[in-house]
C-alpha cells in the first residue's frame, strides 16, 4: 500500500511538472495581482485575448478558445500568461481569490465579454453597407471584394482611438505596395467635424462620416477603437481592440 501511494505522488508531481514544461510558469504571480486594484491593472494592459493563443483550464488542460473566453465572461476566473516564445501565446484561468476586490471581478467579466463577442463574429460575413467617404469615392462590400479590408471605428473624442493614429498611419505606409489591401475607417462625426479635427491630426486611412447608427445597429460596437480585417472573401477574418493586435494579425493576414 505505501509503494501505491508513493507511486500516485510520484505520478501527480511528474504530470505537474510536465505541464509546467511544456507551456512555462506563469510570467505574474496570479495571487499577487489580485492584491490590489492597481496592480491587476498594470497587468490588464498586457492582456491580448485577441491574438491567437493556446487556451488552458486551472489544471493546464487544452481547451478552446470559446470555452476559454466564455469562463472569463461568466466565471470567477483571471487569465493569466505563461511564459514562452514571443511569438506563441498560452493563456491559463486561474480562480479569482474570495478576498480579490470585486472590481477586478467585474472588470475582467466584462473584457471577457467583449473578447468572447468579438471571437463569435470572426468568420462571418461583414455587414452590407455603401458609403460615400470624405473625398466623395464609395465604399462598399461590392467595391471591396477581393481585397483584404481593414477597419478602423473610431469617434473624435475617443482618446485611445486618436492616441494610436501615430501607429495606424505607419501601418498603412508599410503597405503603401500592396494594392490588395485597403484601409477605411467609420466614424461617428459629422463630415464637416471630420475635416476640421482631421486637419490637425490627419489620419492616412479613407474616412466615412455619420457611421454612430451603424456602428451601434450593424456592428453592435460598445467599445473604441474597434478594429476589423476583412480577408479576400469579405468575411471577418478579427475583431481587435487595440493596434498592438491588429498589426500582429494583418501580418499574418497579408500573407495569404
Known amino acids: 500500500?505505501?509503494?501505491?501511494?508513493?507511486?500516485?505522488?510520484?505520478?501527480?508531481?511528474?504530470?505537474?511538472?510536465?505541464?509546467?514544461?511544456?507551456?512555462?510558469?506563469?510570467?505574474?504571480?496570479?495571487?499577487?495581482?489580485?492584491?490590489?486594484?492597481?496592480?491587476?491593472?498594470?497587468?490588464?494592459?498586457?492582456?491580448?485575448?485577441?491574438?491567437?493563443?493556446?487556451?488552458?483550464?486551472?489544471?493546464?488542460?487544452?481547451?478552446?478558445?470559446?470555452?476559454?473566453?466564455d469562463q472569463l465572461a461568466n466565471g470567477n476566473f483571471i487569465p493569466v500568461r505563461l511564459k514562452s516564445d514571443a511569438s506563441f501565446y498560452y493563456y491559463k484561468l486561474f480562480k479569482i481569490q474570495p478576498k480579490t476586490d470585486t472590481s477586478i471581478k467585474a472588470t475582467i467579466n466584462q473584457i471577457g465579454f467583449d473578447a468572447y463577442k468579438n471571437y463569435k463574429m470572426e468568420g462571418i460575413a461583414f455587414p452590407k453597407f455603401s458609403f460615400k467617404d470624405l473625398e466623395g469615392n464609395l465604399v462598399s462590400n461590392e467595391s471591396m471584394k477581393g481585397k483584404i479590408i481593414v477597419i478602423k471605428c473610431w469617434y473624435i473624442h475617443c482618446t485611445p482611438c486618436i492616441k494610436e493614429f501615430p501607429q495606424v498611419n505607419k501601418l498603412v505606409s508599410a503597405y503603401k505596395d500592396r494594392k490588395d489591401i485597403l484601409f477605411i475607417s467609420l466614424a461617428e462625426d459629422s463630415p464637416e467635424q471630420l475635416k476640421t479635427f482631421l486637419a490637425r491630426k490627419p489620419l492616412s486611412y479613407s474616412v466615412i462620416p455619420d457611421m454612430k447608427e451603424y456602428m451601434n445597429e450593424s456592428l453592435q460596437l460598445n467599445s473604441f477603437p474597434t478594429h476589423f480585417i476583412l480577408n479576400k472573401k469579405g468575411l471577418i477574418s478579427k475583431v481587435l481592440p487595440n493596434f498592438e493586435s491588429l498589426e500582429v494579425a494583418l501580418a499574418k493576414e497579408s500573407k495569404f
Do not use: C, H
Not at 497587468?43 to 473566453?69: G, P, Q, V, W
Open 1 to 69: 500500500m505505501p509503494k501505491f501511494f508513493s507511486l500516485i505522488i510520484f505520478l501527480f508531481i511528474f504530470s505537474v511538472g510536465s505541464a509546467q514544461a511544456k507551456f512555462g510558469n506563469p510570467e505574474v504571480n496570479p495571487v499577487q495581482i489580485q492584491k490590489n486594484y492597481e496592480q491587476w491593472s498594470a497587468y490588464n494592459k498586457n492582456i491580448m485575448l485577441s491574438r491567437d493563443f493556446t487556451a488552458l483550464d486551472t489544471s493546464s488542460k487544452e481547451i478552446s478558445k470559446e470555452s476559454f473566453l
